[in-house]
């Protein structure tokens, strides 16, 4: 029920995923709400699972909050089922911090994580990078960053199917010298850990590829993708702005128009579906509250894959043996 | 002798503002690579104050020690003069950071500042908003935000001419209760001091034009700035490759050009020249290492404005007078 086009563009995304993969995915939510669209888009309603969440956590409301008051809700659901084993992955397209409390509070941490963090793939000159914690946290400890590290890795090789992934910390200089203290004291964890590490990351090393995974704390993270992100619009929406006033310009932008659309594929969180909340004792996937059924789609492929690929025991397993070298 | 284009452009503009503005500019460095330049740019070479300053702080250098090693550097020269005050202001377009680290070591801090700031202007939909710190410190407490709301107040109204600027501290959310201990405390410094407050403020509403002013940590304001450069500089640049393997769009991107070089002189740094160290005991103004003349010139305005402003001691009395009320 989360995300700008709930439940329509989830339910679609839905029943093109199970049509085209091995996944069967339950729907959670208002079950009229459900069956409405189920019933356009499929003809074996019948088929599916839908478990009746009548509650919905609103975008304003307080996570936490909203979480433990709405039993009902259905991300709260969602969290319900995943912890008692009924479903191996949830997704969801809706309030991030709600998703973020329901899969603590309900689900609980992998063995051996302290703090779980939420990842964000970010376009690079070569494969995305990944970056890690993004908001789960607002503060962070030195080996909460090396937790992130290892989680980022172990994602990147498992379900990313990156070899040998490296791991970065962000940084404001790519000298050893500079950062806070924060930074100083992972890149000393990360230097003696088991962990390919590639030194200090400018924002600039990101859209490099110069690591695969780059740790940072929530609010280093999250003021990152956020000025990622409001960059591009605000740079394409002045650009289109420009064109608006002139005539040549706006012929001009016609022609180019299949450059434009590449340039958005390439940068679209569509095709990633949804990012994972790393460290939880179940495979949780968050997308954009502005996906279309494409996105979630792509979004189940993701949690299908992490599933298959075994993410959170492999994490709980590669943390174990982290806790002993670092 | 500081930046890519020195010492050509360097005194190519400061010749310029010597024609166009009241400004009697001092040129600092190696005298003979001076000379030749201003042989060939002004006829008048005797009127000019040369001071010879045979040494350079090259970018990979480790700002405070150069500073201290190197007193015939440039820019420990430039220092030495503003201490002396046979300058009113210095300008570097070089190694940041042995730029402030001369100010700081050899000009000393302005009274009643705990920790100078770097301020960055950032393109909105309105008047330029004014960010600080974007990394002068790499750890801030919520006193030091403090001062920096108020010196960045002071610059917009003194400096830049706006009406009673608005101060807000950047976060990952627009609630109150969203962000880091450093944010949640100085937001109550800040509700409680004389400074107009406008709350949390996201790198979205840095564009939006939401305050005049946002304060932050020196690491997370240098994340922000250089997330939003390379963003942009990687949005273009794929662009660009996207246009380039396809005729229509270079035809198009022809016809676009009025479009594309409107957007570039409203997000061009060169139209600011550069940014003050706010704190310090004197006008310091750092442009950017790419700046051509024009940005020199706009640079060596600004600091002019600056100091006809008075901005170091309304600089002192605002603090005083915040330290009574917070």
Known sequence: MGGDFAPDEIVLGAVEARR????????????EAIDAVLRRADDNVNDWRIEHAPDVVAMGEHAVTAVRTKPDSS???????????????FLSMGHTGA????????????????RPGLAALL??????????????????????????ALMGQVYQQRVLGRDAPTVGVLSIGEEDAKGNSLVLETSKLLAASNLAFAGHIEPRGIFAGEADVVVCDGFAGNILI??????????????RA???????SQLGALLMRSSFR??????????????????VNGVVILGHGRS???????????????????????????????????
């Open 123 to 148: 376009p690079s000159s070569g494969s995305p990078t990944l970056a890690i914690d993004v908001g789960a946290n607002a503060e962070s400890r030195p080996r909460h960053l090396l937790e992130f």
């Open 226 to 239: 956020k000025a990622m992100e409001s960059t591009a619009e605000y740079a394409f929406g002045e650009l």
């Open 75 to 89: 991300i709260r659901r969602c969290a319900d089922l995943l912890k008692a084993g009924e479903v191996d992955a």
């Open 99 to 114: 998703a973020m409390a329901a899969a603590v509070l309900v689900v609980g941490r992998a063995a051996g994580v302290e």
């Open 20 to 31: 085209t993969s091995g996944a069967a995915p339950v729907l959670v939510g208002d079950r």
């Open 242 to 248: 420009q064109v608006k006033a002139r005539r040549l």
């Open 292 to 326: 279309h059924a494409r996105a979630v789609v792509s979004g189940l492929q993701v949690a299908e894959q992490a599933v298959r690929a075994a993410l959170v025991p492999t994490i709980a397993d590669g943390l174990s043996g982290l806790t002993a070298s670092a």
């Open 262 to 279: 590449e340039l958005r594929r390439r940068t679209d969180y569509a095709q990633w579906g949804g990012v994972p909340l790393l460290g």
